[in-house]
């Protein structure tokens, strides 16, 4: 598999919703290459005809009653909310004008 | 007689026949807290003490017995990991992004030890950050030390745990276990730790970091001890999906003679340190001595575990952590628009292991990864599983060191994540698994450090599990 770049570090930090100074990337860019490296060993394997197991435990359609129940409240969301005004979380604008 | 030596048994035993109070344990307990904390290389087991609140639950406690309303484990204090909510107090994950975050509910572990039972909750635990980690090194709020030598780490990521009842801070304690997080710091702070079979502990009010691999478990002095605390909070709860319909009754014996235990060929490794392996032999030796069958067997896709294991959880760490934007509760940077709140919260909230793991995450999820990485792992997971399928026709038990080596010194493995991930290579293939695994003590090396021994079972496996441990603990 191809080493990773810069711009592979890049864009995954924008994916994720991370950033890193310049220092921080060349870094990164080390100890991440020799981790993505490490789990490359998988690749070893033939797995052709394995179905993948996404659970330890197998369980479908675990679904509840459908019965209302109460959710927190108005003040307990605004207790816990960073910014909290008349019933509505705040936060900063979509985009500058 | 010190209170803090005594096991959950006896101290329930002193309780009921009113040797003792709870409240007595409990001040006993944190005293022993304070003093820790104000101590020039303090174990620091906790992120939050809750003292005045454990007096009052000891308080309430006490009247039960009075009133011949207890059971076994009303009053018995016990110590949570910071990522199981515990309803109005702070459950930070140890993490910068959670800081000041309050629970608004009741985990439900929480609500059948402490709410039913009447456990009392002596504080919370540090940890790894959003147990990441195994050595409570990338904790926010400062490392926790090695109770048996404070040069040294106490494991992680429930470092924090196993250093409390280790360190005599804490009769018993909950941790959770992803890839060995229960097992690893138990072998290294010299106490017993069960990460149960997956689905048997609800993990609703438990914070995600890998879901299909996290399960809640008891730390403990004794085998005995956690068997109590496993059964009292297992069991189906419909607010967890993976939740199973089983109730465990566990009965424990000691029974050693004509079990069958495997030994897996592939956990012989070149960084196998040579005192775990003597003492694997001497455990051997003993076993063999008392009736046990001891084997041989092979799980042929054991060297393929951690890198597995770092596709799987990073990938589903990646995906669950995206919840830590900071609208609706935790830290939320200054920002003059909502993207860049995202970003800057998520920079400054989280540490660096937990960056990189959100980062490996992404990447084998990301177009053109996702087959090679995460498909793959998924794959490779299924042949882990079926390695233990075949070796468990065999064997009844499997036996293993819980770590490659002894508890390492504080720094030792930080730069080099690749080194710190190889400590977990003995426990990670348990939660891949979703089998029942446990770590007990299996001895000390001449430094005076402990050691650890796992066994593991097939799936809801735990009573043969816990009495094979059982017989162990009492060969010694």
């Known amino acids: 598999m191809a080493d990773i770049t810069l711009s592979d570090v890049e864009k995954v930090a924008k994916l994720a919703k991370l950033s890193f100074s310049d220092e921080e990337k060349e870094v990164f860019l080390q100890q991440f290459s020799r981790i993505v490296h490490f789990v490359e060993k998988i690749g070893e394997l033939d797995t ?50 | ?35 820790d904390e104000s101590s020039p ?22 009247k039960k017995w009075a009133r011949g309303e207890a059971t076994k484990l009303t009053g018995i204090p016990i110590a949570i990991k910071d990522n199981i909510n515990v309803k109005g107090y702070e459950t930070t994950c140890s993490s910068r992004i959670l800081k000041g975050y309050k629970a608004s509910y ?37 490392i926790t030390r090695n109770p048996f030598d404070r040069k040294r780490v106490p494991g992680g990521s429930s470092g924090g745990s ?70 009292a909070m297992a069991g189906h709860d419909p607010k967890d999906s993976t939740s199973l319909e089983h109730t465990p009754a566990v009965k424990l014996e000691g029974n050693l003679k004509g079990v069958k235990i495997g030994v897996p060929k592939e956990f012989i490794i070149e960084g196998l340190d040579p005192r775990v392996k003597e003492n694997l032999d001497e455990m051997i030796r003993k076993l ?20 597995t294991y770092y596709v799987v959880a990073t990938a589903e760490a990646s995906s669950n952590l995206e919840r830590y934007d900071g609208v609706k509760y935790g830290y939320r940077a200054q920002a003059s628009t909502l993207s860049e709140m995202y970003v800057k919260t998520r920079t400054e909230g989280f540490g660096p292991e937990v960056k990189r793991r959100i980062m490996l995450g992404t990447y084998v999820l990301s177009a053109g990864y996702y087959d090679a990485y995460y498909l793959k792992a998924l794959k490779v997971r299924t042949l882990i599983k079926e390695d233990f399928q075949k070796a468990f026709e065999k064997v009844d038990v499997i036996l293993g060191p819980t770590t490659p080596t002894p508890p390492f010194g504080i720094g030792e493995k930080v730069s080099d994540p690749i080194a710190m991930y190889l400590s977990d ?16 003590p299996s001895g000390w090396t001449k430094e005076g450090l402990p050691l650890g021994m796992q066994l593991m079972g097939p799936a809801l496996g735990e009573q043969k599990l816990l009495d094979v441990a059982y017989g162990i603990e009492h060969l010694r």
Request: aromatic share 6%; charged share 25%.
């Open chain 2, 106 to 142: 009741d985990a439900t572990v929480v609500e059948r030890l402490v709410r039913q039972h009447g456990m009392v909750v002596l504080g919370k635990t540090n940890m790894d950050e959003f147990a990441m980690g195994s050595s409570t090194e990338t904790s926010a709020y400062g």
């Open chain 2, 162 to 231: 196993a250093a409390a009842v280790g360190g005599k801070l804490a009769p018993v304690a909950l941790g959770s276990d992803t890839g060995g997080s229960i097992r690893q710091p138990a072998a290294f702070c010299g106490c017993v730790g069960l990460k149960p079979t997956y689905g048997t502990v609800s993990r609703y009010g438990l914070v995600a970091f890998a879901s299909s691999l996290d399960q809640i478990g008891p730390l403990a002095k004794t085998v005995e001890d956690a068997a109590w605390v496993y059964e």
């Open chain 2, 288 to 307: 063999e001595a008392a009736g046990a069958r001891v084997a041989e067997i092979s799980l042929p896709h054991s060297e393929y575990a951690v890198p």
């Open chain 1, 48 to 97: 052709e005809k394995v179905p993948p197991t996404t659970h330890a435990v197998e369980k479908w359609n675990v679904l509840r009653e459908d019965k209302e129940t109460p959710s927190l409240s108005n003040e307990e969301i605004g207790s816990l909310a960073p910014r909290f005004d008349e019933g509505h979380i705040i936060v900063p604008k979509v985009k500058n004008a």
């Open chain 2, 425 to 440: 290579i003995y426990t990670i293939s348990a939660n891949l698994a979703g089998i029942p695994a446990l770590s007990l």
């Open chain 2, 41 to 62: 290389e303090p174990i620091h087991a906790y992120v939050s003490v809750l003292a005045d609140e454990a007096l009052a639950m000891a308080k309430e406690a006490d």
């Open chain 2, 1 to 35: 007689m010190d209170i803090r030596d005594l096991s959950v048994r006896e101290l329930s035993e002193a309780l009921a026949k009113k040797e003792v109070s709870s409240e007595e344990i409990t001040k006993a307990y944190l005293e022993a807290i304070e003093k």
